[in-house]
């Protein structure tokens, strides 16, 4: 069983950056899909990103493409989310997930999720 915990999250400037980093416990991230979703208040949790656990490929949603770079380090267990040219729209609380499916886009398909991290962009 994983146990996930983001960090990396604050208070930007619009057009500023943020890596979010998901640190993993209890079980190595090699064997599992990452994804990070995001939920700004009054909407529902939508996909931000994911990366296989195969063949680290990798899927970002039409709003953060060109800006957001997943990547992970197996041998520091861990995902990161390199965000960019940051915008106001980007607010919200920023989740990772692990699923055992080799990619999944979909947050049915995911087991375990952290605690979440709030990024806020704002001047």
């Known amino acids: 069983q994983a146990h996930l915990v983001e960090s990396g999250g604050g208070l930007v400037q619009p057009g500023g950056s943020l890596r979010l980093s998901c640190a993993a416990s209890g079980s190595t991230l090699d064997y599992y899909a990452i994804g990070w979703f995001r939920q700004a208040p009054g909407k529902e949790r939508e996909g931000v990103s994911c990366?296989?656990?195969?063949?680290?490929?990798?899927v970002y949603a039409n709003s953060v493409k060109g800006r957001f770079t997943i990547s992970r380090d197996n041998a520091k267990n861990t995902v990161y989310l390199q965000m960019n040219s940051l915008k106001p729209e980007d607010t919200a609380v920023y989740y990772c997930a692990a699923s055992t499916f080799t990619m999944a886009t979909l947050e049915g398909f995911y087991d375990y999720w952290g605690q979440g991290t709030q990024v806020t962009v704002s001047s």
């Open positions: 990366i296989s656990s195969s063949d680290g490929s990798t």
